[in-house]
């Protein structure tokens, strides 16, 4: 069997395959023949972990951000770290803050946002402080409509925040965070059950289980459609 065959085999399942198991079957290959083999096959390593996970992309659907999750591990279809940070911050509605970023793509990033943005790919406002830098499209257009789109985002947070302070039926063993979230996406899909508002958070990077945005739902009386 050729190496490239062997390969082949590694990439029989739908996995994340860890690079030093392709290295382990293929012992006897030296490493620049190796990532030319993953080449041809048109392997595509993970954003995170290092880039030390591979997948044929054409076994994958990535999602409408241009992300794939396999568990913890991320892909991006734009391959690199630094292409996907700022494909997802050109393609989000109203830009990105670091952590937003850090949690969409499991792994740090701040290194590379400074990169981006002395390199001017991105732009940013607001600074090293508790909230961070929001990060922008370098598009003039595009950035204008995101940071309008940031700051009634921001003053809806504030209002939402507000109204649960001064609520007497405020619920301590919720997370006020987890609440919010769940009202802001209310807020924008006033359609959506607890699974439609689950998935919408799961899949913008936030880590919320179906139990507990029914749970929200439960003890707010929110209807919408059933549960």
């Known amino acids: ?31 620049i023949s190796i990532r030319k083999y993953l080449k041809e096959l048109g392997a595509q390593s993970s954003i995170n972990h290092n880039s030390r996970f591979y997948i044929l992309p054409k076994q ?4 409408e951000m241009g992300l794939l999750y396999l568990k913890d591990i991320v ?20 830009g990105l803050r670091t952590a937003e970023i850090d949690e969409c793509l499991k792994t740090k990033t701040r290194f590379q946002l400074t990169q981006l943005h002395k390199k001017n790919k991105l732009s940013r406002d607001g600074n090293k402080g508790f909230n ?3 990060y922008y499209s370098s598009d003039e257009a595009t950035q204008t ?3 309008t789109r940031r700051q009634a985002w921001d003053q809806e947070k504030v209002q939402v925040r507000e109204e649960f302070e001064s609520s007497a039926n405020t619920h301590h063993d919720l997370a006020e965070s987890d609440i919010i979230e769940v009202m802001l996406t209310l807020i924008k ?3 959506f059950n607890a699974k439609s508002v689950a998935l919408s958070l799961q899949r913008r990077g936030y ?16 209807g919408g459609k059933k549960s």
Do not use: W
Request: charged letters at 25%; one cysteine or more; aromatic letters at 8%.
């Open 1 to 31: 069997m050729s190496n490239l065959e062997i390969l082949k085999n590694i990439f029989s399942t739908k996995k994340a395959i860890k690079y030093d198991l392709i290295k382990e079957k293929l012992c006897h290959v030296s490493e």
């Open 75 to 94: 892909f991006h279809r734009e391959n690199t770290l630094l292409n996907a940070i700022v494909a997802i911050v050109e393609a989000s509605e109203k």
């Open 145 to 147: 409509l995101q940071k």
């Open 132 to 134: 961070g830098y929001t």
């Open 207 to 222: 880590s919320c289980s179906l139990e507990l945005v029914k749970n929200i739902f439960k003890r707010y009386g929110l």
């Open 60 to 63: 994958h659907s990535f999602d």
């Open 189 to 191: 899909h006033p359609g």
